[in-house]
């Protein structure tokens, strides 16, 4: 009875943000408008300074030029120290993420901004509730964001769970039906952050909705549960952390040895039915499920015949953009200013401009003070809420992007160019090979030497430096601690833009068309067929683990 109060609470508290969301649909460019004059006011009064006037949308537009992190790093870093400020919102903390020419980048989270964000949390938590009646009990399980091994210590204290995003008093409520505490990210490892995650998934029997960003952490839980079984077993049934206690210090052991005997069971009948005979109350999976999404969506569908499926907005760590409301993903026009780049000739257009067909990419201006802010994402207005275009997700505009590891070329040439200053090598590219439902995506970066004997052949100590500094990178190294991509390879080739050459041809490109790039995402049955010998367990964790 408490836990559906709870629920009911939470529909509640969503309420009014929800009402408004659809109530201003139909105002969309009376409510930008306020919005950029309210977010300007804050700008211009940080530090204490005056201004007689907020400028229009349109003198913004003229004098406020476009930009991206490196040009905002300097004004971070400064009121990181306490020299100045961006804004005159309170700041709470700062969010990492990986960047395009930056290994890290650190996004201010203001009160304001934590608000733009809860504004469209709260109509998409409110959809869901109305849609899908079975949330209305139980728990639910939204993913942790844990931070990459390496920076824990240095960056521990901006640690962040998918609750956050809302409200003071819808995260307290939303809390209080949580599946898996937000403390497991406080792990001393990702391998224990993992395995403590899924302790609190199995003990519980009453799982509704199952809410991850990459549909292939959510695999890769399942994928775990039979190799961790009998340690699972052994802490639900002890309710001890055994070796792991010193990791998890910082939480409770579930004990629920009814479950223990329940994972038992099912482990003796097919996996495939796994997840329905653990979970059978489960009504709702939320997960990426566009662009290089797709496949291992459709995958984690199959794992979970018994829930509904529903595909994430575009949110990215430094704003949210889309939400889905009523099966489709309006703009979240009532969080952050919205403009947009249309990569058809260039054009800068504000959303009530926006229709159907165009294909753009957002701009935003934001309450953490960041202003007309380039979010290299490809989106295509494909219908309209109201007045509020509708967007379909197409992929990034450049670089790879194959299970949240944000591969930018200008990441991707740093690399190749310092294995191949070690070792005296051309670089070629790198190549971003998709799994296909075989096996994980892995890295391969290809190298040209006229020494070279063999047509081609992989090297295990390049490998391993390719891997270490693709580790440099945040989200690459997040995706590998979480085991959602194998590690990478470097191979070196007597004709390496041969090899590039091929595979692409084989994948389906015409010859005339294909074009030297620092990173390339390429087809895994087609570096099979033009790489025969080529054996993806080659160069094992082990192996590079030693090497670097």
């Known amino acids: ?20 969301f659809r109530k201003d649909s139909k105002h969309l460019e009376f409510v930008q408008r306020q919005k950029q004059a309210n977010i300007l006011q804050q700008v211009t009064a940080a530090n204490g300074r005056v ?51 930056e290994k890290l980048k650190l996004i201010p989270y203001t009160k304001a901004f934590i608000d733009e964000l809860d504004s469209a949390i709260a109509p998409w938590l409110a959809s869901m509730y109305r849609h899908h009646r079975g949330l209305n009990g139980g728990t639910h399980y939204w993913s942790v964001s844990w931070l990459p091994q390496s920076q824990f210590a240095e960056l521990s204290g901006n640690l962040n ?59 890769q839980l399942l994928e775990a549960i039979p190799v961790w079984a009998e340690q699972i077993i052994d802490v639900l049934s002890s309710g001890n952390w055994r070796h792991r206690a010193t990791s998890l210090k910082n939480l409770k052991a579930p004990h629920a040895p009814k479950r223990a005997k329940e994972l038992a069971r099912v482990l003796r009948l097919h996996p495939s039915v796994l997840g329905a005979e653990l979970w059978p109350n489960l009504a709702l999976v939320s997960a990426w499920d566009t662009a290089d999404a797709a496949p291992w969506a459709q995958q984690l569908k199959a794992c979970f015949p018994q829930a509904a499926f529903e595909g994430k907005g575009l949110w990215a760590t430094e704003g949210v953009v889309t939400i889905p409301i009523d099966g489709q993903y309006p703009l979240a026009y009532r969080s952050h200013v919205y403009e947009f780049e249309d990569l058809q000739n260039g054009g800068i257009l504000a959303p009530w401009e926006l229709k159907e067909g165009d294909i753009v990419s957002p701009i935003i201006t934001s309450g953490n003070g960041l ?57 070629v590219t790198l190549m971003a090979v998709n799994g296909e439902n075989q096996s994980r995506p892995r890295y391969i970066a290809l190298f040209s030497s006229d020494k070279e004997q063999a047509s081609y052949r992989v090297c295990a100590e390049a490998s391993a430096w390719v891997e270490r500094e693709l580790r440099g990178h945040f989200h690459y190294e997040l995706a590998r601690d979480l085991r959602q991509l194998e590690p990478a390879m470097a191979m070196i080739a007597q004709d390496g833009w041969r090899i590039c050459q091929d595979v692409a041809i084989a994948g389906g490109m015409i010859e005339g068309n294909i074009k030297p790039e620092p990173v390339r995402r390429v087809q895994r049955q087609a570096v099979q067929k033009i790489l025969p010998e080529l054996a993806f367990a080659l160069v094992a964790d082990s192996v590079l683990e030693r090497a670097s």
């Open 371 to 427: 202003l007309r802010y380039q979010l290299d994402d490809r989106i295509a207005v494909d219908g309209f809420w109201g007045d509020v275009p509708c967007f379909k997700f197409m992929g990034r505009r450049f670089g790879v992007d194959l299970v949240g590891e944000k591969m930018s070329p200008e990441a991707a040439r740093q690399v190749l160019a310092s294995a191949a200053s070690r070792f005296g090598l051309e670089p």
């Open 161 to 219: 769970d998918d609750s956050e995003l809302l409200g003071t008093v819808k995260r307290v409520l939303a809390g209080q039906s949580q599946a898996v505490p937000a403390d497991v990210a406080l792990a001393a490892s990702a391998d224990d952050a993992l395995f403590a995650t899924l302790c609190f998934l199995v003990a519980n029997n009453d799982l509704r909705m199952l809410s991850v960003w990459s549909p292939t952490f959510a695999l």
């Open 1 to 20: 009875m408490l836990n559906r109060l709870t629920h009911q609470a939470l529909q509640l508290a969503c309420r009014r943000s929800d009402n408004a």
């Open 51 to 101: 201004k007689t006037s907020i400028p229009t949308w349109e003198e913004f537009a003229v004098n406020q030029p476009v930009t991206r992190y490196g040009q905002w790093q300097e004004a971070i870093n400064a009121q990181r120290r306490g020299e100045s400020l961006l804004t005159s919102s309170p700041l709470v903390r700062y969010q990492p993420t990986s960047g395009s020419s």
